[in-house]
C-alpha cells in the first residue's frame, strides 16, 4: 500500500483549528485561507495500491493517518467511503479510520481490457462537508495461465512454399497484464522450422512459423509441432497448441486482399445482422485452388462473439451487442485461404460510434431520514449524485426537482448536488414529502431518469390545542348526586405524538378554593362533584384548561357554565294569613257588603322557580261554601255574593295554595272572617267575641295560646300605628301641607306578593274629628307599586314614584329572596310579615 497525503489537507485542518481561536478580520482571513485549501484538498487525490485476489476486509490505507486527524473526529464527522459506480468495493471504519475491501478484488473481471486497473472513490465528511477524493491501483497477479483459441491449429503449406516465408499462427490470450502477462512463444525443435515473435502496436505478442528448409511431400506428408505461450510471472505459466502443418502439392497463386487494411465506423447498439463490411480476396488459379476461404485469425475471443465472418462471400456481420461504453474498437485479423492451401491476411478495425442510449444514473450518497418543521431554510437534506457514461454531450446532464416543492438543487461539486429547503417546513400541512428529482441528458435524443427521495417532517410543538367551542353549557338538574356526569369537553391540537397529547384540568391557583366542578384529565368529561340546589346556586362557571405534552407546553382555555335546573322540591309557604294559628279572626266584613267586597288576601310563596313557583289558589273548606271566592292566581278573597242578615258572624275559610310543579306541592292558608254591622263595633267587641271565642274553643285554645298572646299584641300595635296614622293624618290637613308622596313601607311590603302574580292596595285613610267610636273609611287606592320583574294587572300602570320604588328595592336586594328568607327566619320573621301585611290593610 502506498498513500499520497496531500499538503493541502494537513493546511486545512491547521488553518481550522487557528479559526477556532481568533476573531475578528483575523477570521474573515483565515475564512478565505479555508476556502482555498478545501478546494486544493477536493482536487488532491489519495493514491493506494492492492493486489488481486486478496482477502475480504483486507487492508488499503489508514485514512486517518494520511489526513493527520484521530479517528474519533472521523466518526464525529460521519466519514464515509462511496466507490464509483454503483457497486461498493471498499469499506471505512471510522473508529479506526482503516479504509478495507469489502470482497476479493479480480482484476480480470474489473477491467477485462485495460492494461492498468484504477478504482476511484470519494471520502465524504461531515460538519462542515468536506469531499477528500482517491484512487485504488488493482495490481495484477499471475493467476490465468495464456490460453489459446483452438486446441489445434492446421497449416497447409505447399511444398513449393520458398524458403523464408512466414505462417501466423493463433495468438495465445492470457487475462493478467504486464510482466504477468504473455510474453514469449516457442516451438519444439524441427528441422524444418523456426518461430519468430513479434509485438503489436497494442502491445500483444505473437508468433509466425517461418520457413527454414524446403518441405518434400514425398518424403513426409506432415508435420505436428507442439507451440508453448508463457508468461512472465512468478512462476511462470504456460498454455500449449497443436500445430498441424499438411505439406500440399503446388499452388503457384496466393490469394489476394483489395485491401490490406479495412477501416469501418458503426453505430452501438447496432441490431445483429446488420452488415459491418465485405473482405474480398481474388486467386487467379482455377478449380479448388482458386476457390478462396475465409476466417478470423489472431482475432480475441470477445470479438468474435461480437461479429461473425461468412467463410464463403467474406460478410461481416453483427452477431452481439456493441456498447461503446465497454469498447471503443474492434480489431480482427482475417485469413483467405484458396484450395490449394494458398492464403493471405488483411486487417479489419472497426470503431464503435457513440450513440446516446445510457440514460442519466442518479445516486443518492445520503438522505436524512426527517428533518424537523422548524429547521431553516437552505438545511441540507440529501446528497446525490449524477452520472452519464455516455460521451460528449450525449454524457453532458441536467437536473432539477419536479413539481412546486420547498426544495432545491444546489450543485456542490463534480456532478455532485444538495437537496435543500427554500421555505420554512410545516408538518401539519404536509407531514411527508416525495421528492422527484429528475436528470436529462444533452444527446439529440435526450434521455432522463428520475429518483424518488422520501423526507418525512418530523413535529415541533408548534400548534396549542383548540377547544370546539369557546364556551360549553352544560346542564344539571338539582340535588344531583355527587360526581354526576354532565358532559364533556373537547380540544384537538394539530401536533403529532406526544406533543398532540391533550390533558384537562380546572383552571385555578393552588390554594384556591376547591371548584363544585372537576374534569377527567384525559377524556375531558365533566362532573359536578357535589349536589347543588337551585335555591342557591341557579349557574357555576368554571375555566378549564387544555394542555399538551410538549416541552414546552402550550395550552387554551375554554369556560364551562354548570346551569342548575330547578325541581319542584320546595312546597309553597304561607305568609298571610300566619299559618303559626290556626284561625286568625282578623279579617271584618260589614254586613250587607256587596258581591266582590275585598276581604282579604292570602299571601304566598315558593322558593322554586319558573313554573315549580307559579302559584294558584282555591277555595278548599269554608263555612258557608258559597259566601266567599279566591283569586285563581291573586289570592284575593273576595264575597261571592251580598252578605246577608243570615250569615254566622264568624266564618272559617281554608283556602289551597298549589304550585305547577311535576307533581305538584300544596299548602293551606285558615283565614276567621267576622261579620259585623260597622267597623266600630267589630273594633270594640271584637276583644270580647274573641275571648269568648277563644274559652269555647277549650283545649285547642289551650295549645294555641303563647300564638294567640303574639296575635293580640300584633294587632294591639296595629291599632296604635292606625291611631298615629290617622292624627299624623288629621294634623297633616290642618297645616295644609299634605305630603304628596306616597307611605313608605318595608320592602317586604310590596315583595309579599312575590309568586302569587297579586295586586298590593294601599289605602288613604281619614277619620271624623271627635268621635271616639268613628269608622275610618277606604276613601281611594293609591297608585300600587310592583316589584321588579312582576307585570302590572289589567288596567293597572307603573307610576315614576314606583319606578323609583322599584330602583330602591332593587339596590337593597332580591326582594323575593328577603321574602324567603323572613320565611325560613321562623315565627319571628313571619310575625313581622304578618304585622306588615296588617298595614297593608
Known amino acids: 500500500m502506498v498513500g499520497a497525503p496531500q499538503e493541502g489537507g494537513w493546511l486545512f485542518w491547521r488553518l481550522l483549528a487557528c479559526g477556532r481561536r481568533s476573531g475578528g478580520r483575523q477570521r474573515q ?71 478495507t475491501v469489502k470482497e476479493s478484488l479480480d482484476r480480470e473481471e474489473i477491467c477485462p481490457q485495460s492494461a492498468t486497473c484504477t478504482l476511484y472513490f470519494k ?28 486446441k489445434e491449429m492446421v497449416l497447409e503449406i505447399p511444398e513449393t512454399e520458398s524458403l523464408g516465408s512466414r505462417f501466423p499462427l493463433e495468438s495465445a490470450h492470457d487475462r493478467d497484464v504486464g510482466i504477468n502477462g504473455l510474453q514469449n512463444y516457442s516451438i519444439e525443435a524441427n528441422p524444418h522450422f523456426s518461430l519468430s515473435v513479434g509485438t503489436k502496436k497494442d502491445g500483444v505478442k505473437y508468433a509466425e512459423l517461418v520457413l527454414e528448409r524446403h518441405l518434400d511431400r514425398e518424403e513426409q506428408r506432415e508435420l505436428n509441432l507442439l507451440l508453448t505461450a508463457t508468461d512472465g510471472g512468478s512462476p511462470p505459466r504456460s498454455g500449449t497448441s497443436r500445430v498441424r502443418i499438411i505439406v500440399v502439392d503446388a ?4 490469394p489476394v486482399f483489395s485491401r490490406d487494411l479495412y477501416d469501418v465506423r458503426v453505430d452501438e447498439n447496432s441490431p445483429p445482422g446488420q452488415l459491418v463490411v465485405r473482405v474480398v480476396a481474388m486467386d487467379p488459379d482455377e478449380g479448388s485452388y482458386g476457390k478462396v476461404r475465409y476466417a478470423f485469425t489472431q482475432t480475441a475471443e470477445k470479438t468474435r462473439q461480437l461479429f461473425e ?43 464503435v460510434l457513440d450513440v446516446n442510449d445510457n440514460a442519466p444514473e442518479i445516486a443518492v450518497t445520503s438522505v436524512s431520514a426527517s428533518i424537523a418543521e422548524d429547521a431553516p431554510p437552505r438545511s441540507v437534506v440529501a446528497l446525490l449524485s449524477v452520472r452519464d457514461r455516455d460521451s460528449g454531450e450525449n454524457g453532458r446532464t441536467e437536473c432539477w426537482i419536479d413539481g412546486d416543492l420547498p426544495f432545491s438543487l444546489t450543485p456542490t461539486f463534480e456532478n455532485y448536488y444538495e437537496v435543500r ?39 415541533v410543538n408548534d400548534n396549542p390545542p383548540e377547544f370546539s367551542r369557546e364556551v360549553y353549557t352544560l346542564w344539571v338538574v338539582e340535588n344531583n348526586s355527587p360526581m354526576v356526569r354532565v358532559g364533556s369537553v373537547s380540544a384537538r391540537d394539530a401536533d403529532a405524538g406526544s406533543n398532540a397529547r391533550v390533558t384537562y384540568r380546572v383552571s385555578g391557583e393552588e390554594g384556591e378554593e376547591r371548584p363544585c366542578v372537576s374534569v377527567n384529565s384525559a377524556s375531558g368529561e365533566v362532573y359536578v362533584v357535589r349536589a347543588l340546589d337551585y335555591e342557591e346556586v ?44 290556626r284561625v286568625w279572626w282578623g279579617e271584618v266584613v260589614p254586613r250587607g257588603s256587596p258581591s266582590g267586597y275585598l276581604v282579604g288576601k292570602v299571601v304566598a310563596v315558593d322558593a322554586d322557580a319558573g313554573q315549580n313557583a307559579w302559584l294558584s289558589y282555591e277555595v278548599w273548606k269554608a263555612t258557608e261554601p258559597g259566601l266567599f271566592r279566591v283569586g285563581l292566581h291573586s289570592g284575593e278573597v273576595r264575597t261571592a255574593r251580598a252578605v ?60 294555641e295560646g303563647p300564638l294567640t298572646l303574639y296575635l293580640i299584641a300584633s294587632l294591639a300595635c296595629v291599632s296604635a300605628l292606625l291611631v298615629a296614622t290617622g292624627v299624623a293624618a288629621v294634623v297633616a290637613k290642618v297645616r295644609g301641607a299634605r305630603s304628596e308622596s306616597l307611605p313608605t313601607f318595608p320592602a317586604a311590603v310590596s315583595e309579599s306578593t312575590a309568586g302569587s302574580l297579586p295586586r298590593s292596595y294601599v289605602y288613604d285613610i281619614c277619620f271624623a274629628g271627635g268621635s271616639v267610636n268613628s269608622e275610618f ?20 300602570q307603573r307610576s315614576s314614584v314606583c319606578s323609583q320604588e322599584a330602583t330602591n328595592l332593587g339596590e337593597e336586594g332580591d326582594w323575593a329572596a328577603q321574602v324567603r328568607g323572613m320565611v325560613r327566619g321562623g315565627g319571628a320573621g313571619r310575625r313581622s310579615i304578618v304585622a306588615w301585611v296588617v298595614v297593608l290593610r
Open 309 to 351: 465472418l461468412n467463410p464463403e462471400t467474406g460478410e461481416i456481420r453483427i452477431s452481439g451487442n456493441l456498447d461503446f461504453e465497454n469498447a471503443k474498437s474492434h480489431e480482427m485479423m482475417v485469413k483467405a485461404t484458396d484450395g490449394g492451401g494458398l492464403s493471405a491476411h488483411c486487417k479489419v478495425e472497426v470503431e
Open 644 to 703: 246577608s242578615e243570615r250569615d254566622a258572624s264568624r266564618q272559617r275559610l281554608v283556602v289551597l295554595v298549589r304550585d305547577r310543579g311535576q307533581p305538584p306541592r300544596s299548602a293551606t292558608a285558615t283565614l276567621g272572617i267576622a261579620l259585623v254591622d260597622g267597623f266600630s263595633d267589630a273594633r270594640w267587641r271584637g276583644g270580647e267575641d274573641e275571648a269568648a271565642e277563644a274559652a269555647a274553643a277549650g283545649s285547642e285554645s289551650e295549645s
Open 251 to 254: 499452388n503457384d497463386n496466393n
Open 777 to 796: 273609611r277606604f276613601l281611594r287606592p293609591l297608585l300600587p307599586c310592583f316589584p321588579a320583574g312582576l307585570p302590572p294587572g289589567p288596567g293597572e
Open 29 to 99: 482571513v483565515l475564512l478565505f485561507l479555508v476556502c482555498v485549501c478545501v478546494w486544493q484538498s477536493g482536487a488532491e487525490r489519495l493514491r493506494y495500491s492492492v493486489a488481486e485476489e486478496m482477502e475480504r476486509d483486507s487492508f488499503v490505507g489508514n485514512i486517518a493517518e494520511e489526513l493527520g486527524v484521530a479517528p474519533s473526529q472521523l466518526s464525529a464527522r460521519k466519514a464515509r467511503v462511496v466507490s464509483e459506480g454503483k457497486e461498493q468495493l471498499f469499506r471505512l471504519d471510522p473508529s479506526s479510520g482503516v479504509l
Open 421 to 459: 429547503t427554500t421555505a420554512a417546513l410545516d408538518r401539519e400541512r404536509r407531514a411527508e414529502y416525495n421528492i422527484s428529482v429528475r436528470a436529462r441528458d444533452w444527446g439529440r435524443r435526450r434521455l432522463s431518469s428520475w429518483e424518488v427521495i422520501s423526507v418525512q417532517i418530523s413535529d
Open 538 to 581: 341557579h349557574a357555576l362557571e368554571v375555566s378549564v384548561v387544555a394542555a399538551d405534552g410538549g416541552s414546552p407546553s402550550l395550552s387554551a382555555q375554554a369556560v364551562v357554565r354548570v346551569v342548575v335546573r330547578d325541581e319542584n322540591d320546595n312546597a309553597p309557604v304561607v305568609l298571610h294569613p300566619s299559618p303559626e294559628s
Open 123 to 150: 471520502i465524504f465528511l461531515e460538519n462542515p462537508l468536506q469531499l477528500m477524493r482517491g484512487e485504488v491501483e488493482v495490481r495484477d497477479v499471475n493467476d490465468n495461465s495464456p490460453v489459446f483459441p483452438v
